[in-house]
Nanobody, 125 residues
Framework: HVQLVESGGGSVPNGGSLRLSCAAS????????LAWFRQTPGQEREGVAT????????YYAASVKGRFTVSRGTAEDSVDLQMNSLKPEDTAKYYC???????????????????WGQGTQVTVS
């Protein structure tokens, strides 16, 4: 399993920006699918963005496309989520997740990821 630690959450006004970071303990000889999910109380985890370490391809949920950008972080073995034009409906706890195999149909399926961080709260008001 991969160890994941998120940081960067907080409270911002409607229309504001935040940058989340996920520090990951990755095997340098392996490729991974690193994803960001979010969850509100009583709801299932929703896939937001997925990043493939082998090649750098990124994919987004329709709800965030054009506003969020997932990319390799400035720190070694990290992935960042830049969130712009935030809306109140983006309020949630955001989680970083990792999987070693991530076919297209699993990119946003929480049950297909076997490593999770502890989450970081994002509040937009």
């Amino acid at each position: 399993h991969v160890q994941l630690v998120e940081s960067g959450g907080g409270s911002v006004p409607n229309g504001g920006s935040l940058r989340l970071s996920c520090a990951a303990s990755l095997n340098p000889d392996s490729d991974y699918c690193l994803a960001w999910f979010r969850q509100t109380p009583g709801q299932e985890r929703e896939g937001v963005a997925t990043f493939y370490t082998g090649g750098g391809a990124a994919y987004y949920a329709a709800s965030v496309k054009g506003r969020f950008t997932v990319s390799r972080g400035t720190a070694e073995d990290s992935v960042d989520l830049q969130m712009n034009s935030l809306k109140p409906e983006d309020t949630a706890k955001y989680y970083c997740a990792a999987a070693s195999i991530c076919p297209p149909e699993n990119r946003f399926v929480a049950g297909r990821f076997d490593s999770w961080g502890q989450g970081t709260q994002v509040t937009v008001s």
